[in-house]
């Protein structure tokens, strides 16, 4: 399997991975003390909602398009990191309908709007044509870019230079080992850095096979583990993509608080019609 985000950005799941990132960021920029920000799978960094792949598939409709036709407060830090990337574009549904973004940012460029002064990004990318792309959307911010295996990056990366720091890891999930490098990985990090926070997306498709991996997670005895589940559908359609959710390692006080309002304004702007859909966060192992 080739997996290009370039035909899913802005779709559901990048609105709840790019609002929670937003959120969690924030929370730990309470705090003064520096921050370094690693996405090991970091993608192209921008992507065109107007191009012919994002056409081809068309869910951002479902995604983004539907955030800047909400109204909810809750997502204004959402909307305005994807409006910082279309400067000089009006992308305010209420005002102009069938109107919308043309650039969607990938997490790496949600990233670099967040850093402060003291605050570091490294971002990675193994696919040559990706990496070339990478650069160019990160060329106007300070953002490191390397070139390597993502689950040897993670490692070799930590623990980071600065006090605390974030990891993020969304991989396309293209490799039938994928869960399994993620889990030895996972549990090799944390013995690196047992106090680090690592945001580690996934899709879902069905919740056998999730529920499966959940339980291998919990072996490894991680104590504060966050799982973000976001189903779309009431009940699970077999074969297709049925939502995404994070795990969230050491989440801060400040996120886990506010996450209940947010979460529920997620179910309520991105439920399909017909669907209430479902969006829950439990700590692994309640």
């Not at 370094?36 to 792949?53: F, Q, V």
Request: negative net charge; aromatic residues 8%; charged residues 20%.
């Amino acid at each position: 399997m080739n997996y290009r985000h370039s035909f899913h950005a802005g779709n559901s799941a990048d609105v709840v991975k790019h609002c929670l990132l937003i959120a969690l960021v924030r929370a730990l920029q309470q705090k003064d003390s520096a921050l370094t920000l690693i996405d090991t799978h970091a993608g192209c960094g921008l992507y065109d909602l107007d191009g012919e792949e994002a056409r081809r598939t068309g869910e951002c409709a479902g995604g983004v398009l539907r955030a800047f036709a909400d109204a909810n407060p809750l997502l204004n830090d959402y909307r305005a990191a994807v409006q910082a990337v279309n400067v000089g574009q009006s992308v305010n549904l209420g005002e102009h309908a069938g109107s919308g973004p043309q650039l969607y940012p990938g997490s790496p460029r949600i990233l670099a709007q967040l850093l402060r002064p003291q605050d570091f990004l490294i971002l990675n990318e193994k696919h040559a044509q990706d990496v070339y792309a990478l650069r160019g959307a990160m060329r106007d911010t300070p953002a490191a870019v390397h070139e390597r295996d993502a689950y040897e990056l993670w490692l070799a990366l930590l623990p980071p230079r600065t006090p605390r720091g974030v990891v993020v890891v969304d991989p396309p999930y293209e490799q039938t080992d994928e869960r399994a490098r993620i889990t030895a990985t996972l549990a090799a990090a944390h013995r690196k850095w047992a106090h680090g926070v690592t945001v580690i997306w996934y899709p879902l498709k069905d919740r056998a096979t999730h529920r499966r991996w959940k339980e291998k997670l919990h072996k490894l005895g991680i104590p504060k583990l966050l799982v973000v589940e976001h189903w779309l559908y009431d009940a699970d359609q077999p074969g297709i993509y049925n939502g995404a959710g994070l795990f969230i390692v050491n989440p801060p006080y400040a996120f886990t608080e506010g996450l209940p309002p947010l979460l529920e304004a997620l179910r309520a702007t991105l439920a399909p019609e017909g669907h209430r859909g479902e969006i829950t966060a439990d700590w692994l192992g309640d």
